[in-house]
């Protein structure tokens, strides 16, 4: 069977290691035109010079011209059947034809035509011909996602993309190393900025052909798969001044106008390079010893040609920048930081509280949810809503432009949840710093709880639609400072009232007396240790929307005193309420895994809480956390979850504390999403609910001891879990050496195949 019968009509081949026209003929007879031949060196001249009409279709093979490249379909000749090792940088491709011939490498072809298809990456199609000679062919699996890396066809070259592009109106520039066009220098790729409008078109262009020549193409307002690193490029306002100021160079090409060049290129040496760029930092001495161009020189020589003053350091130039005008928004700026070590995180570990955040509600997102969803959301997990806005068309576009580096197009999602529709400022009591994980993926995150909120309205997104309509429905501020941009973005006008409102709640939630220590800071109220009258006492402050919580909490050290041992109630104010300090000798984690409660410790939890029950009360979010064990005994702490029963209270068994509420139960419930028994006793106390509630101390401690071991066994217990967190990072860790020893003997093969090749 013919290989251009698998081929569909406009198919791109790359045919590697080509020694004759013949396969070339065969396609375009076929009608499979879109050919590029890879050949040799020493072979060029002799393929061309017998390829008549097609002899343009033929370039110098060069060893990394095969990974570099765009095309659907490549052969590869016998004698570089072997750069099957690298199947992967192969992965841009659908089909790979394989030709078939003896000789001393047919072994080592056979054994790499397998590596793929053990991998199951690959899927043999079967056996073809083309101009005379078989092919064994392998269709690759995998999903070839769209990058900012594109491949011009040689064929065509600089000079006729530049022909192109000009016939079909597009609005572009190249934005540097332009002088020596239509000629690019060794190893130099063309940069390309586009037009949003005009993008379509550029991509289709470049589609056309199998391409070598590497491409970097940029759209005015960083679209999917030409954006850089999930951004625009410049700045959406700045782009399209570039464009619209953009002048033709002598080749024919655009190019940014002078002042715009250097603007353009000192933004992507500051922003984009950073340190690699070879500009000296004023906080340092060192500089990249072996930058990839030399930014210091260029940029001083554009600068003196222009006649501007610029000092040649990052900090310098950042300057320069930002009273032209072309410094990026802090948003981008922090987007930026990502792979940019000098622009630092600040440390935000010593932010006030509330903490305000904002949440940008995306258009789409209003087909799919009611606000009230969102609302519930950033309510449960303790932000108290202070403005909600819907924007008009000029905060719209304001925001589009300033907040997510410009970009609001799908990213890694199926569609785009569309700009911002809606401002939602909110404050928080009790931000959560990022654990070491979420820091290394969102350095400048101050909250969790930012993050959590964003993943659970993303979740309610996706489970009311199918997975190929989904959607990224909301964005945010992930620190205060950015809280203030956004603010400042999307309601101006509300700044200085919220502002001053911030203000007023730090003053009122600020403790007015000293502070020994400091034992939580929670989402609803701050635990502290304070000295009154000569003596320690605890002092707990209350959010404002907490106020429900604290007026239990007050009910409850009142009524069940002295039935129930609760610390003693010695102050009130308007937001807080200070109580009798004790030390705790249990001290449990709020993380299960360590040692379990004393098992007296444990009965006389619930002994107190029958005494709770006596009263006519539940505690919903009992758990052992809510106890202390001093010299005088146990006491029960934490009330702001009192719930006095209607009537007749159910049984002990039944209680919410153990059981969770029932669905219809309308109270205020703690910021967890389960509040089952074996959530929050089991792993403390090592009993189900009925051995705690009704076995003798004996069977109790046999069933602790079993409940010990199974956790060992299991590897539940949390040194268990350490070990076997390392064993299976030292397992990754070496699974990545091997693969990236494995790829660095494929690649040092393909020099020699290629020089070897005739």
Same mark, same amino acid.
């Given at each position: 069977?013919?290989?251009?019968?698998?081929?569909?009509?406009?198919?791109?081949?790359?045919?590697?290691?080509?020694?004759?026209?013949?396969?070339?003929?065969?396609?375009?007879?076929?009608?499979?035109?879109?050919?590029?031949?890879?050949?040799?060196?020493?072979?060029?001249?002799?393929?061309?010079?017998?390829?008549?009409?097609?002899?343009?279709?033929?370039?110098?093979?060069?060893?990394?011209?095969?990974?570099?490249?765009?095309?659907?379909?490549?052969?590869?000749?016998?004698?570089?059947?072997?750069?099957?090792?690298?199947?992967?940088?192969?992965?841009?491709?659908?089909?790979?034809?394989?030709?078939?011939?003896?000789?001393?490498?047919?072994?080592?072809?056979?054994?790499?035509?397998?590596?793929?298809?053990?991998?199951?990456?690959?899927?043999?199609?079967?056996?073809?011909?083309?101009?005379?000679?078989?092919?064994?062919?392998?269709?690759?699996?995998?999903?070839?996602?769209?990058?900012?890396?594109?491949?011009?066809?040689?064929?065509?070259?600089?000079?006729?993309?530049?022909?192109?592009?000009?016939?079909?109106?597009?609005?572009?520039?190249?934005?540097?190393?332009?002088?020596?066009?239509?000629?690019?220098?060794?190893?130099?790729?063309?940069?390309?900025?586009?037009?949003?409008?005009?993008?379509?078109?550029?991509?289709?262009?470049?589609?056309?052909?199998?391409?070598?020549?590497?491409?970097?193409?940029?759209?005015?307002?960083?679209?999917?798969?030409?954006?850089?690193?999930?951004?625009?490029?410049?700045?959406?306002?700045?782009?399209?001044? $570039? $464009?619209?100021?953009?002048?033709?160079?002598?080749?024919?090409?655009?190019?940014?106008?002078? $002042?715009?060049?250097?603007?353009?290129?000192?933004?992507?040496?500051?922003?984009?390079?950073?340190?690699?760029?070879?500009?000296?930092?004023?906080?340092?001495?060192?500089?990249?010893?072996?930058?990839?161009?030399?930014?210091?020189?260029?940029?001083?020589?554009?600068?003196?040609?222009?006649?501007?003053?610029?000092?040649?350091?990052?900090?310098?130039?950042?300057?320069?920048?930002?009273?032209?005008?072309?410094?990026?928004?802090?948003?981008?700026?922090?987007?930026?930081?990502?792979?940019?070590?000098?622009?630092?995180?600040?440390?935000?570990?010593?932010?006030?509280?509330?903490?305000?955040?904002?949440?940008?509600?995306?258009?789409?997102?209003?087909?799919?949810?009611?606000?009230?969803?969102?609302?519930?959301?950033?309510?449960?997990?303790?932000?108290?809503?202070?403005?909600?806005?819907?924007?008009?068309?000029?905060?719209?576009?304001?925001?589009?432009?300033?907040?997510?580096?410009?970009?609001?197009?799908?990213?890694?999602?199926?569609?785009?949840?569309?700009?911002?529709?809606?401002?939602?400022?909110?404050?928080?009591?009790?931000?959560?710093?990022?654990?070491?994980?979420?820091?290394?993926?969102?350095?400048?995150?101050?909250?969790?709880?930012?993050?959590?909120?964003?993943?659970?309205?993303?979740?309610?997104?996706?489970?009311?639609?199918?997975?190929?309509?989904?959607?990224?429905?909301?964005?945010?501020?992930?620190?205060?400072?950015?809280?203030?941009?956004?603010?400042?973005?999307?309601?101006?006008?509300?700044?200085?009232?919220?502002?001053?409102?911030?203000?007023?709640?730090?003053?009122?939630?600020?403790?007015?007396?000293?502070?020994?220590?400091?034992?939580?800071?929670?989402?609803?109220?701050?635990?502290?240790?304070?000295?009154?009258?000569?003596?320690?006492?605890?002092?707990?402050?209350?959010?404002?929307?907490?106020?429900?919580?604290?007026?239990?909490?007050?009910?409850?050290?009142?009524?069940?005193?002295?039935?129930?041992?609760?610390?003693?109630?010695?102050?009130?104010?308007?937001?807080?309420?200070?109580?009798?300090?004790?030390?705790?000798?249990?001290?449990?984690?709020?993380?299960?895994?360590?040692?379990?409660?004393?098992?007296?410790?444990?009965?006389?939890?619930?002994?107190?809480?029958?005494?709770?029950?006596?009263?006519?009360?539940?505690?919903?979010?009992?758990?052992?956390?809510?106890?202390?064990?001093?010299?005088?005994?146990?006491?029960?702490?934490?009330?702001?979850?009192?719930?006095?029963?209607?009537?007749?209270?159910?049984?002990?068994?039944?209680?919410?504390?153990?059981?969770?509420?029932?669905?219809?139960?309308?109270?205020?419930?703690?910021?967890?999403?389960?509040?089952?028994?074996?959530?929050?006793?089991?792993?403390?106390?090592?009993?189900?609910?009925?051995?705690?509630?009704?076995?003798?101390?004996?069977?109790?401690? $046999?069933?602790?001891?079993?409940?010990?071991?199974?956790?060992?066994?299991?590897?539940?217990?949390?040194?268990?879990?350490?070990?076997?967190?390392?064993?299976?990072?030292?397992?990754?860790?070496?699974?990545?050496?091997?693969?990236?020893?494995?790829?660095?003997?494929?690649?040092?093969?393909?020099?020699?195949?290629?020089?070897?090749?005739?």
């Amino acid at each position: 069977m013919e290989l251009a019968t698998l081929l569909e009509p406009g198919s791109r081949v790359i045919d590697v290691g080509a020694d004759g026209s013949e396969i070339a003929a065969a396609l375009a007879a076929a009608g499979r035109e879109r050919y590029l031949g890879l050949v040799p060196p020493p072979r060029l001249d002799a393929v061309r010079a017998g390829a008549g009409a097609l002899a343009g279709r033929f370039v110098a093979l060069e060893p990394t011209l095969v990974a570099r490249s765009s095309a659907d379909a490549v052969i590869l000749r016998a004698e570089l059947a072997p750069y099957l090792w690298t199947f992967r940088d192969l992965s841009h491709a659908r089909l790979v034809a394989v030709e078939r011939r003896g000789g001393l490498r047919a072994l080592e072809t056979r054994m790499a035509e397998l590596l793929p298809r053990l991998r199951g990456r690959a899927t043999p199609r079967g056996r073809y011909t083309c101009g005379g000679r078989e092919f064994d062919v392998l269709e690759l699996a995998g999903t070839r996602r769209r990058r900012a890396r594109r491949y011009l066809s040689p064929y065509w070259g600089v000079t006729g993309l530049v022909e192109r592009l000009q016939e079909h109106g597009v609005r572009y520039a190249a934005l540097r190393w332009f002088e020596t066009l239509p000629e690019l220098e060794p190893g130099e790729d063309l940069d390309l900025l586009v037009a949003d409008e005009d993008l379509a078109t550029v991509e289709a262009l470049l589609d056309e052909e199998p391409g070598t020549i590497p491409v970097d193409l940029y759209s005015e307002s960083g679209q999917t798969g030409t954006d850089y690193h999930g951004m625009s490029y410049y700045p959406p306002a700045l782009a399209r001044q $570039l $464009l619209d100021r953009a002048v033709v160079h002598r080749s024919g090409c655009r190019v940014p106008a002078p $002042l715009d060049h250097l603007h353009s290129l000192a933004y992507h040496a500051v922003y984009h390079k950073g340190p690699s760029s070879g500009l000296a930092s004023r906080a340092s001495s060192w500089r990249e010893p072996d930058p990839e161009h030399d930014y210091t020189a260029v940029l001083g020589d554009l600068a003196g040609r222009l006649g501007v003053p610029l000092e040649l350091t990052l900090e310098g130039v950042d300057e320069h920048l930002a009273a032209v005008g072309w410094q990026p928004p802090p948003d981008t700026l922090r987007r930026l930081a990502a792979t940019n070590p000098w622009i630092r995180p600040p440390d935000l570990d010593d932010a006030e509280v509330p903490e305000p955040a904002v949440f940008l509600v995306r258009e789409r997102t209003l087909d799919v949810l009611a606000m009230e969803d969102v609302r519930r959301v950033v309510g449960t997990l303790g932000f108290e809503i202070v403005l909600e806005r819907a924007l008009d068309d000029v905060a719209r576009r304001r925001c589009a432009e300033a907040m997510r580096g410009g970009n609001w197009s799908r990213g890694p999602f199926p569609r785009s949840g569309g700009g911002p529709a809606v401002a939602v400022v909110t404050l928080h009591h009790g931000p959560r710093r990022p654990g070491a994980a979420l820091r290394e993926r969102y350095p400048w995150l101050s909250n969790t709880d930012i993050y959590l909120a964003k993943t659970r309205i993303r979740d309610l997104v996706a489970a009311r639609l199918p997975e190929g309509e989904r959607f990224n429905p909301v964005h945010s501020s992930d620190n205060e400072p950015e809280a203030w941009e956004y603010v400042e973005l999307a309601v101006p006008d509300e700044a200085e009232s919220l502002g001053a409102e911030v203000r007023r709640r730090r003053e009122e939630y600020a403790t007015d007396v000293p502070v020994v220590a400091v034992l939580s800071r929670g989402r609803r109220a701050k635990v502290e240790v304070v000295e009154h009258d000569g003596r320690l006492a605890v002092r707990k402050t209350f959010a404002r929307p907490a106020r429900a919580h604290l007026e239990r909490e007050l009910r409850g050290l009142r009524e069940l005193a002295p039935d129930v041992p609760v610390p003693d109630l010695l102050g009130t104010g308007p937001n807080w309420l200070l109580t009798s300090f004790h030390p705790d000798r249990l001290r449990i984690a709020d993380r299960p895994g360590g040692r379990l409660v004393p098992l007296r410790a444990a009965r006389g939890m619930v002994d107190v809480l029958r005494r709770v029950h006596a009263q006519g009360y539940d505690l919903i979010d009992a758990k052992p956390q809510n106890f202390l064990l001093g010299p005088d005994g146990l006491r029960l702490i934490d009330l702001e979850f009192l719930h006095r029963y209607d009537g007749e209270p159910p049984e002990f068994e039944h209680l919410y504390g153990f059981v969770g509420v029932p669905d219809d139960f309308d109270g205020d419930l703690p910021f967890v999403d389960d509040l089952s028994y074996d959530l929050r006793w089991r792993p403390y106390v090592g009993l189900s609910m009925e051995s705690l509630l009704h076995d003798p101390a004996w069977v109790q401690h $046999l069933r602790r001891t079993a409940f010990r071991l199974t956790r060992v066994v299991t590897g539940s217990s949390e040194p268990v879990r350490r070990v076997g967190r390392a064993g299976r990072r030292a397992a990754r860790g070496g699974r990545r050496s091997a693969a990236t020893a494995y790829r660095a003997w494929a690649r040092s093969r393909v020099p020699s195949l290629v020089g070897g090749a005739r």
